[in-house]
């Protein structure tokens, strides 16, 4: 053999390992390639389902924003009518009954100075202080303080 033929081998041989590489390189591919589609096959089936899911419970959502909205426009609704009658009644009620509580007063003055020839003297309520953590009466302070 001469120099020329083992180089032709020795091309022929590489050439074959090279080959034997690429086709293994290939398969593996196609293996990745038979996975990543199964792969997207099987979110695809699942994430129908979970879109189909989630559209029906923001339609819930928006029903129960709906009602909820429809109440608070109610509730307010009613504030602004109690609100309104508690004013009327106020205005209504309002003046006249300070009128018949100072009316009542009065007679309960003039009545007490027909009796009594003078006005009743506001009875005396005991006051107390703490000092040190105990009550003191009121005379008693007094005592203290002169």
Do not use: C, H
């Amino acid at each position: 053999m001469t120099g020329g033929e083992v180089a032709g081998i020795l091309v022929a041989v590489f050439w074959a390992i090279l080959v034997s590489f690429l086709a293994v390189v290939l398969v593996r591919l196609a293996q990745t390639l038979r996975a990543t589609t199964k792969l997207v096959a099987d979110v695809t089936e699942q994430a129908v389902p979970l879109l189909a899911d989630a559209s029906a419970t923001v339609r819930s959502a928006q029903t129960q924003l709906d009602r909820v909205d429809a109440i608070a426009s109610d509730v307010q609704e009613v504030t602004s009518n109690a609100s309104a009658l508690s004013s009327t009644v106020a205005s209504t009620f309002g003046g006249p009954l300070v009128k018949v509580a100072a009316f009542g007063y009065g007679v309960r003055k003039a009545l007490g100075r027909e009796r009594g020839g003078r006005e009743e003297a506001p009875r005396a309520t005991t006051r107390r202080s703490v000092i040190v953590g105990r009550t003191v009466p009121l005379a008693r302070r007094r005592k203290q303080k002169g």
